[in-house]
Structures are given as C-alpha cells and as structure tokens.
C-alpha cells in the first residue's frame, strides 16, 4: 500500500499539482488551520471506524460462524491499512495500531461497538443486519471524508474504500434477501442506497 501511496503522490506531482506560493494573512493561515484540523480528525476516525467493522464482523463470525463475516473482516483489515499508511506518510499517531479487539480511543465508536455486538448476537438475520447498517454509516462518512479534503492521496484511498464499502454494502444485502429481509437506509438516501445495489 505504501508503494501505492508513493506512485499516487509521483502521478499527482506529475500532473502539475503544486501548492501556492502566495503569502497568506492571518486570517488565511487561521482557516488553512482549521481545515487540516477538521482532515486530521476524519483521518483518525476514519481508521477507527474501520476498524469498528473489522472487530464487529470478527465477534459475528465467532458467533454465526458465517465466512460472510470473516471475509469482509479481512477486507476491512485492508481498508485500516491504507488509511494507516496515509497517517504513517502523514507522520500522525495512529490510534489503532496497538488497539486491541474491541477497544478503542474514540469513546462515540467504543459505544457503538458495544450496542452493534449486542444487537448481531440476537440472531443470525439481526447480524447481517447490523453489516448493512455499519456499511450504510461508513460509505456516508467516507462521502463526507472525500468532500472535507482536497489530498489527492487521501481522496483516491477514500474512493478506494467507498467502493469496497459498496460492494459489503450488496454482500450483506443478499444474505437478507435470503431470509426475505430487506434494508432501510439510515445513514444514505434511499436513492444512493438503490444506486449501490444495482451497480456492478
């Protein structure tokens, strides 16, 4: 993933993307500060909230045994190592690079954690369900991710991930259909949602 990240940045400067050489006033200074300070956090909880995925579909999978789960675990496991390697390039903490199952530094995600367990152990249809809801949530602060920065980097590992959140998105959708259940949208419209499932 580094190497991606490196031949990103290369095809970027490439392209003659070059940042302002014009002084800035202060107020200019005060709202660039502002905005890296809104991306530095949505990088953070970007990579939590993969990592939110990642252990909830692991806690699934213990419990359903369903490779559903385990797979897409796998996948989410992916998605927290390319955003991890924006912060490594980034040379920012990581909050999840010693985190354990379950555990983590944003206290809203901890929570969230918890009740989503709770609920997918209800029932193995309850379980897909809570896969749905997490992807809905996830491909709409992704969207959100994308519109807040104008990286290139960060903006193609972003893309990268909505799409891989749009196809668990359609996984989990099938496994309900199975036990004739459809999914609500709760986070997207019901048009994006719609959109998702029909494309290929």
Same mark, same amino acid.
């Given at each position: ?6 031949? !990103?940045?290369?095809? @970027?400067? /490439? %392209?003659? @993307?070059?940042?302002? /050489?014009?002084? %800035?006033?202060?107020?200019q ?6 905005v890296?300070?809104s991306v ?6 970007m @990579?939590?909230?993969?990592?939110l ?18 797979n897409?675990?796998? &996948? ?11 912060? =490594? ?18 206290a809203? #995600? ?8 709770a609920?997918? !152990? ?7 369900? @809570?896969?749905a809801? #997490?992807?809905?949530?996830d #491909?709409?602060?992704?969207? $959100?991710?994308?519109? &807040? ?15 891989g959140?749009?196809n =668990? ?8 259909? $199975?036990y ?6 709760r ?8 959109? #998702?499932?029909?494309?290929?």
């Amino acid at each position: 993933m580094r190497k991606t990240l490196i031949l !990103s940045v290369i095809f @970027v400067v /490439a %392209m003659g @993307v070059t940042l302002s /050489a014009q002084p %800035m006033n202060e107020q200019q200074v005060q709202n660039e500060a502002m905005v890296e300070t809104s991306v530095t956090q949505g990088l953070l909880y970007m @990579v939590e909230e993969e990592k939110l995925a990642r252990d909830v579909y692991l806690a699934l999978y213990e419990m359903w045994g369903n490779r559903v789960f385990l797979n897409i675990a796998k &996948a989410e496991q992916q998605h927290m190592d390319e955003v991890s390697a924006v912060l =490594h390039d980034k040379e920012m903490d990581n909050p999840v690079e010693t985190s354990e199952i379950g555990v983590f530094h944003n206290a809203e #995600i901890a929570k969230l954690y918890d009740s989503l367990v709770a609920q997918g !152990s209800t029932s193995i249809e309850e379980a897909f369900m @809570v896969g749905a809801l #997490i992807e809905d949530l996830d #491909i709409h602060d992704l969207q $959100r991710s994308i519109e &807040a920065t104008d990286d290139e980097v960060e903006i193609w590992v972003y893309n990268n991930l909505l799409r891989g959140s749009e196809n =668990h998105m359609r996984a989990f959708v099938r496994q309900l259909g $199975r036990y004739g259940l459809d999914y609500t949208a709760r986070y997207i419209s019901d048009t994006e949602l719609s959109l #998702i499932l029909t494309r290929r």
